[in-house]
Protein backbone atom coordinates (compact mmCIF):
# COMPACT_ATOMS: atom_id res chain seq x y z
CA UNK A 1 0.00 0.00 0.00
CA UNK A 2 1.64 3.57 -0.51
CA UNK A 3 1.22 6.81 0.95
CA UNK A 4 -0.79 9.49 0.20
CA UNK A 5 0.84 12.92 0.13
CA UNK A 6 -1.55 13.82 3.01
CA UNK A 7 0.22 11.32 5.16
CA UNK A 8 3.92 12.26 3.73
CA UNK A 9 4.29 14.77 6.86
CA UNK A 10 3.98 11.66 8.81
CA UNK A 11 6.19 9.58 7.15
CA UNK A 12 8.53 11.74 5.33
CA UNK A 13 11.33 13.97 6.89
CA UNK A 14 11.36 17.56 5.13
CA UNK A 15 14.46 16.77 3.07
CA UNK A 16 13.08 13.54 2.17
CA UNK A 17 9.97 15.31 0.74
CA UNK A 18 12.48 17.89 -1.35
CA UNK A 19 14.15 15.19 -2.70
CA UNK A 20 10.76 13.23 -2.84
CA UNK A 21 9.79 16.24 -5.15
CA UNK A 22 12.62 16.86 -7.19
CA UNK A 23 12.85 12.87 -8.01
CA UNK A 24 9.55 12.78 -9.11
CA UNK A 25 9.59 15.95 -11.51
CA UNK A 26 12.26 13.74 -13.17
CA UNK A 27 15.85 14.99 -11.70
CA UNK A 28 18.16 11.86 -11.18
CA UNK A 29 20.19 11.98 -7.82
CA UNK A 30 23.19 13.66 -9.17
CA UNK A 31 20.64 16.62 -10.38
CA UNK A 32 19.27 16.36 -7.52
CA UNK A 33 22.31 16.35 -5.10
CA UNK A 34 23.29 19.37 -6.87
CA UNK A 35 20.34 21.14 -6.48
CA UNK A 36 20.29 20.62 -2.82
CA UNK A 37 23.98 20.59 -2.13
CA UNK A 38 24.28 16.94 -1.38
CA UNK A 39 26.64 14.52 -2.42
CA UNK A 40 24.95 11.99 -4.49
CA UNK A 41 25.20 9.35 -2.38
CA UNK A 42 23.06 10.99 0.08
CA UNK A 43 20.65 11.17 -2.39
CA UNK A 44 20.76 7.69 -3.51
CA UNK A 45 20.37 6.87 0.38
CA UNK A 46 17.21 9.37 0.71
CA UNK A 47 15.53 7.96 -2.44
CA UNK A 48 16.24 4.04 -1.08
CA UNK A 49 14.54 5.59 2.26
CA UNK A 50 11.54 7.01 0.51
CA UNK A 51 10.79 4.13 -1.29
CA UNK A 52 10.22 1.91 1.46
CA UNK A 53 8.31 4.27 3.43
CA UNK A 54 5.89 4.87 0.83
CA UNK A 55 6.11 1.27 -0.01
CA UNK A 56 6.93 2.14 -3.34
CA UNK A 57 8.71 -0.83 -5.42
CA UNK A 58 10.96 1.40 -7.27
CA UNK A 59 12.23 4.81 -8.10
CA UNK A 60 10.04 4.38 -11.54
CA UNK A 61 6.70 3.54 -8.97
CA UNK A 62 7.59 6.29 -7.06
CA UNK A 63 7.53 8.52 -10.32
CA UNK A 64 4.71 6.83 -11.77
CA UNK A 65 2.25 7.23 -8.33
CA UNK A 66 3.28 10.83 -6.92
CA UNK A 67 5.56 12.15 -9.67
CA UNK A 68 3.37 15.21 -11.20
CA UNK A 69 3.36 18.42 -9.76
CA UNK A 70 -0.19 18.36 -8.64
CA UNK A 71 0.20 15.71 -6.26
CA UNK A 72 2.96 17.00 -4.85
CA UNK A 73 2.79 19.98 -2.01
CA UNK A 74 5.05 22.78 -2.83
CA UNK A 75 7.87 22.48 -0.25
CA UNK A 76 10.21 25.92 0.35
Same mark, same amino acid.
Given at each position: ?15 ? +?? #?????? +? ?5 ? *? ?11 ? $?????? #? ?10 ? #? *???? $??? +??? $???
Amino acid at each position: MTASVNEWSKVLSPRE +RQ #IALLVG +RGLSNKD *VAHELGLSPGTVK $THVHNI #IQKLGEKSRYSL #I *VHHG $TKA +RFP $TLR
